[in-house]
């Protein structure tokens, strides 16, 4: 198998530093599920042995998901006599973790001194069974072997986020102080996205791939289903809306797999994308039923370690505090497009070219607008880049919602009684904040004379509850840009399009 890595050119080189040094390494990979994790590595090993077969022994192993400690042993033990089947490997295996590392360290022994050993452990936490103490012989072996033989390269992946943060890059114990690198491999960006497409041969505009990446994000095994010759709308009809379609399972298997409590996180992730502009932490505690105090953060920290949620933390509203957003495009689509369909299509199916009628509908486009939205959240530096701001500029957004009896007085029109929302903000380092209203439209967007006595309005309702004195700058965020008008040259001072995306 040879295979092209696309993008991920940072992680490759931090692979291949990890490689070529002289000194034993630590790896700690993760990040969601669908993202790429084994495939870069697999990849990445799999020239170098191509390249170099007499100086490289890779060892792969992946955890079973939902499997007893002897059958992961076995695996374990499978894999051993494929690496090292030179050394006259035996399928010998072990009664437990301990007995299987002794193993492992004497076909070690054997290796000739001038070969690397890369140790290729995914899906780490799933070996890790109750009562294993799996974890506990690694520290063991680590410390006392391994890490005293230069040829060593140790991986350790996972798509359990949080698991791998706690257990091994933040580890307490054995392990303390011992990873040496770490990847947290993301999601591709609108820019990426389309290189990938492009080299698929799939060869799309930026609206397409736009409007494919509203659905998908940028996960690596979603994209391998797009079929080259159909448009956006084609492709997500045949992924979502027929029977046995490919999106319709994967929102259980994605949060079983990331995180060790998925019933709650789902019921966490239900009620952030309730809210299209956030829900304050102490809210969202609140509602959240079943689940104890502390395990409440826990469960929102493994969310956003996951990529699924953003945490934003309001400056100007401490009784807000910290608050949360679904930016995870799949869900967003799921919960609101598929989840209440599911049976029907689970069972026979939609009439062909149902999708393409429904985005007739203002729901859609309504619908589209919120996940633009999501998808400015997950390109806040190319905005900043666009933007000319300094990577210290705090991103943000900001809501007042005034007391009830004082938004039915009779000049809540032209007071601070007057609720709004801004969709995205920058605290920026020189004195400045920059309020960005973010509009998807298919043409140009136009700034009238009651959008712009809106705009005066919302900065106005800004500037005296937070009573900043930082100068305002008002940004359009348009995915077809701005038409000019004698009000966007006064109030506007940049505009950030679609096509700014996909710029390197």
């Given at each position: 198998m040879r295979s092209n890595i696309i993008s991920r050119e940072k992680?490759?080189?931090?692979?291949?530093?990890?490689?070529?040094?002289?000194?034993?390494e630590l790896l700690a990979l993760y990040g969601r599920r669908r993202v790429g994790k084994t495939f870069l590595v697999r990849s990445f090993f799999e020239r170098k042995k191509?390249?170099?077969?007499?100086?490289?022994?890779?060892l792969d192993i992946t955890g079973m998901q939902n499997g007893f400690m002897a059958e992961q042993i076995r695996n374990f033990t499978d894999a051993l006599g494929t690496a090292f089947v030179h050394q006259g490997a035996r399928l010998e295996a072990g009664k437990n973790w301990y007995e299987s590392f002794r193993i492992l360290s004497e076909y070690i022994k054997l290796v000739p001194e001038d070969k690397k050993i890369v140790l290729f452990f995914d899906e780490f936490p799933w070996m890790v069974t109750k009562n294993s103490k799996l974890l506990q012989f690694l520290e063991y072996y680590w410390n006392h072997d391994w890490s005293k033989d230069n040829r060593i390269k140790l991986i350790i992946c996972g798509s359990s986020a949080g698991w791998i943060l706690k257990n091994i890059i933040n580890n307490t114990k054995g392990l303390y102080n011992r990873v040496t690198r770490t990847i947290q491999l993301e999601p591709f960006d609108l820019q990426e996205t389309k290189k990938y497409l492009f080299h698929k041969?799939?060869?799309?505009?930026?609206?397409?791939?736009?409007?494919?990446?509203?659905?998908?994000?940028?996960?690596?095994?979603?994209?391998?289903?797009?079929?080259?010759?159909?448009?956006?709308?084609?492709?997500?009809?045949?992924l979502a809306f027929v029977k046995k379609g490919f999106l319709l399972d994967e929102f259980e298997k994605l949060y079983a797999t990331l995180l060790h409590d998925a019933k709650n996180c789902i019921e966490i992730i239900r009620l952030i994308a309730q809210h299209r502009y956030g829900i304050g932490q102490q809210e969202l505690l609140e509602k959240i039923s079943d689940v104890g105090g502390g395990s409440k953060i826990k469960l929102l920290d493994d969310l956003e370690n996951a990529g699924l949620i953003m945490k934003f933390k309001s400056k100007w509203n401490r009784k807000r505090g910290i608050y949360y957003i679904v930016t995870d495009?799949?869900?967003?689509?799921?919960?609101?497009?598929?989840?209440?369909?599911?049976?029907?299509l689970l069972v026979k199916g939609l009439r062909k070219g149902y999708w393409e009628k429904t985005q007739?509908?203002?729901?859609?486009?309504?619908?589209?607008?919120?996940?633009f939205e999501a998808l400015c959240y997950k390109h806040l530096a190319k905005i900043g880049d666009v933007l000319s701001l300094s990577p210290t500029a705090i991103p943000g957004t900001w809501k007042y919602v005034p007391k009830r009896n004082k938004a039915k007085t009779k000049n809540a029109k032209n007071t601070d009684m007057q609720g709004t929302q801004i969709d995205l903000l920058f605290d920026r380092d020189d004195d400045v904040i920059t309020i960005c209203e973010i509009k998807y439209t298919k043409e140009p967007f136009i700034i009238d004379k009651q959008y712009a006595h809106n705009l005066i309005n919302k900065t106005g309702i800004f500037r005296r509850i937070t009573k900043t004195t930082k100068q305002i700058f008002i940004a359009i965020i348009s995915a077809n840009g701005l038409k000019p008008s004698i009000y966007s040259e006064e109030m506007i001072s940049n505009v950030?399009?679609?096509?700014?995306?996909?710029?390197?």
């Amino acid at each position: 198998m040879r295979s092209n890595i696309i993008s991920r050119e940072k992680e490759i080189k931090i692979l291949e530093e990890f490689y070529t040094s002289n000194i034993p390494e630590l790896l700690a990979l993760y990040g969601r599920r669908r993202v790429g994790k084994t495939f870069l590595v697999r990849s990445f090993f799999e020239r170098k042995k191509q390249k170099k077969q007499k100086e490289i022994i890779f060892l792969d192993i992946t955890g079973m998901q939902n499997g007893f400690m002897a059958e992961q042993i076995r695996n374990f033990t499978d894999a051993l006599g494929t690496a090292f089947v030179h050394q006259g490997a035996r399928l010998e295996a072990g009664k437990n973790w301990y007995e299987s590392f002794r193993i492992l360290s004497e076909y070690i022994k054997l290796v000739p001194e001038d070969k690397k050993i890369v140790l290729f452990f995914d899906e780490f936490p799933w070996m890790v069974t109750k009562n294993s103490k799996l974890l506990q012989f690694l520290e063991y072996y680590w410390n006392h072997d391994w890490s005293k033989d230069n040829r060593i390269k140790l991986i350790i992946c996972g798509s359990s986020a949080g698991w791998i943060l706690k257990n091994i890059i933040n580890n307490t114990k054995g392990l303390y102080n011992r990873v040496t690198r770490t990847i947290q491999l993301e999601p591709f960006d609108l820019q990426e996205t389309k290189k990938y497409l492009f080299h698929k041969g799939i060869r799309l505009n930026n609206r397409q791939v736009a409007e494919l990446y509203m659905v998908l994000g940028g996960i690596p095994h979603y994209l391998n289903q797009v079929t080259k010759g159909l448009s956006a709308t084609q492709v997500i009809e045949q992924l979502a809306f027929v029977k046995k379609g490919f999106l319709l399972d994967e929102f259980e298997k994605l949060y079983a797999t990331l995180l060790h409590d998925a019933k709650n996180c789902i019921e966490i992730i239900r009620l952030i994308a309730q809210h299209r502009y956030g829900i304050g932490q102490q809210e969202l505690l609140e509602k959240i039923s079943d689940v104890g105090g502390g395990s409440k953060i826990k469960l929102l920290d493994d969310l956003e370690n996951a990529g699924l949620i953003m945490k934003f933390k309001s400056k100007w509203n401490r009784k807000r505090g910290i608050y949360y957003i679904v930016t995870d495009e799949y869900s967003l689509f799921y919960l609101y497009w598929i989840e209440p369909i599911k049976e029907t299509l689970l069972v026979k199916g939609l009439r062909k070219g149902y999708w393409e009628k429904t985005q007739l509908n203002p729901s859609w486009h309504i619908w589209k607008g919120y996940a633009f939205e999501a998808l400015c959240y997950k390109h806040l530096a190319k905005i900043g880049d666009v933007l000319s701001l300094s990577p210290t500029a705090i991103p943000g957004t900001w809501k007042y919602v005034p007391k009830r009896n004082k938004a039915k007085t009779k000049n809540a029109k032209n007071t601070d009684m007057q609720g709004t929302q801004i969709d995205l903000l920058f605290d920026r380092d020189d004195d400045v904040i920059t309020i960005c209203e973010i509009k998807y439209t298919k043409e140009p967007f136009i700034i009238d004379k009651q959008y712009a006595h809106n705009l005066i309005n919302k900065t106005g309702i800004f500037r005296r509850i937070t009573k900043t004195t930082k100068q305002i700058f008002i940004a359009i965020i348009s995915a077809n840009g701005l038409k000019p008008s004698i009000y966007s040259e006064e109030m506007i001072s940049n505009v950030v399009t679609l096509d700014d995306f996909f710029k390197e």
